[in-house]
């Protein structure tokens, strides 16, 4: 009878997979051929790529320290930033968190490792790391306060799993914050498949439950898009 049933709810989630995503044969060679709400998802940042995340000119190209002011944090907020890589925006976020902490979440260990080492280095002690799965962010239940995705959001290869943890790992109330470049531009010199237009943006989190609050157009080629959990 286990056995049975455990069958059967396999068989829902192969089911709910084929409804949910469509594999192509061809498709971008920036993508994986999977393709969301009507949108191919782009190849993820390796490792290998860390120093871009760290790169100097960082700020004056992308003013991510205006993405912190925007946030309204308070001091005991949990803010969970999910597709951490080198914790850039961790580390910046963290000293404003002086009774909360920062959730560095990363699928790939080698990026914890580098968080882990700026973590030392630093000495900021409210950064903690998550190890994450394509499916799991591994958050806790009514955990969290606001969900920052910076430049992430289109390469997760099982997008809608992922949001629904991050909706439950919300607090009420809780707050969903995605950074993308702007796909409706075609002179931002960045691949097509790692922009998206705020369109798809509200329809995909639209899916989840989550409620657009506002659009933030004070980055040079991003959009800052708000989303609350009701």
Not at 101 to 107: E, N, P, Q, S
Not at 164 to 179: D, E, M, S, Y
């Amino acid at each position: 009878m286990i056995c049975g049933c455990w069958l059967l709810n396999s068989q829902n989630l192969v089911a709910d997979t084929i409804t949910v995503y469509e594999q192509r044969e061809t498709h971008s060679p920036d993508g994986i051929g999977k393709y969301y709400m009507g949108r191919e998802i782009a190849r993820f940042m390796s490792h290998t790529g860390a120093g871009w995340l760290e790169r100097p000119r960082r700020e004056a190209e992308e003013q991510p320290s205006k993405i912190i002011s925007a946030l309204n944090l308070q001091s005991d907020d949990v803010v969970a930033d999910i597709g951490a890589g080198t914790g850039y925006l961790s580390f910046r976020i963290a000293p404003i968190l002086t009774q909360g902490k920062v959730l560095a979440v990363d699928i790939q260990p080698e990026m914890l490792e580098i968080i882990g080492f700026f973590r030392q280095e630093k000495n900021i002690h409210n950064v903690e790391t998550v190890l994450a799965t394509p499916t799991d962010t591994k958050l806790p239940p009514n955990s969290v306060d606001v969900a920052l995705m910076v430049d992430a959001y289109h390469e997760f290869e099982y997008p809608q799993e992922i949001m629904q943890g991050i909706v439950k790992a919300l607090k009420p109330g809780g707050r969903v914050v995605l950074v993308e470049y702007r796909g409706e531009n075609p002179l931002i010199m960045i691949k097509r498949l790692h922009k998206m237009t705020q369109k798809q943006v509200r329809k995909e989190m639209q899916a989840v439950g989550l409620v657009w609050q506002e659009t933030k157009n004070i980055l040079p080629q991003q959009h800052l898009m708000l989303f609350t959990k009701v």
